[in-house]
């Protein structure tokens, strides 16, 4: 039936969103259709469980923060990008199997924290070594590592109490923002830049979205 032209069109939830956010919308759902369907679709052939994706993840993360330690930087910030990876087709693969699961969800969600957790604090002892010693750099890990943690959990308690749930609260410094962040500066061999870029956005990003959450 065609709508009648008396009455103005009602704008779809996505246009109510902000442009942030709409942008971050579509770029995700380029993803999706164009690299995380069949990525996903190919390592089910293979056998790969959802929990096994997950599980590779955590491991290349944990060799990114030993990369980050060392100082080799350039890999660091590869394996960053191939953690991410299977953290990104896990979910598709626990759909493409019908495994949804909550205890896939509880551990791909705790995976998540402790990656990105890794790969800050393997930069923080990177720049507490003797040689490298960098006051300020160290302190960036920490206050980025605290924001990126209260982004998270601001959205998980506001979810327990059933006011989550709302693309409109996430904010603008989420975790697909923060890891290709963090991966790009790596690789740039420019980890301060990033761990700044971290420091000033995370906090702010959850405050936006404690502001959101507060309002509804």
């Not at 069109?9 to 380029?30: C, D, F, K, T």
């Not at 990369?67 to 979910?91: C, S």
């Not at 996430?170 to 975790?175: A, E, V």
Request: glycine fraction near 10%.
């Amino acid at each position: 039936m065609k709508p009648d032209p008396g009455v103005p069109a009602r704008p779809s939830a996505n246009s109510e969103l902000p442009l942030l956010q709409r942008a971050r919308n579509a770029l995700r759902s380029g993803v999706t259709r164009y690299f995380e369907q069949p990525f996903a679709a190919a390592l089910a052939r293979l056998g790969v469980s959802p929990n096994v994706a997950t599980l590779l993840g955590l491991l290349l993360a944990g060799a990114a923060a030993y990369f980050a330690a060392t100082g080799r930087f350039p890999p660091a910030g590869l394996l960053v990008f191939a953690a991410a990876l299977f953290d990104l087709i896990d979910g598709a693969l626990a759909r493409r199997a019908g495994l949804v699961t909550k205890r896939g969800a509880f551990l791909d969600s705790n995976a998540d924290r402790v990656s990105e957790s890794a790969v800050l604090l393997g930069l923080a002892v990177h720049f507490v070594q003797p040689g490298v010693a960098d006051r300020t750099a160290t302190i960036l890990c920490f206050v980025a590592l605290a924001g990126s943690l209260m982004v998270s959990y601001v959205r998980a308690r506001a979810e327990g109490l059933g006011l989550g749930g709302d693309s409109k609260f996430d904010g603008f410094f989420t975790r697909a923002e923060r890891v290709v962040i963090v991966a790009v500066g790596l690789v740039a061999g420019q980890p301060v830049i990033a761990l700044w870029v971290l420091a000033v956005g995370t906090p702010l990003s959850a405050l936006q979205r404690f502001w959101s959450i507060w309002r509804a």
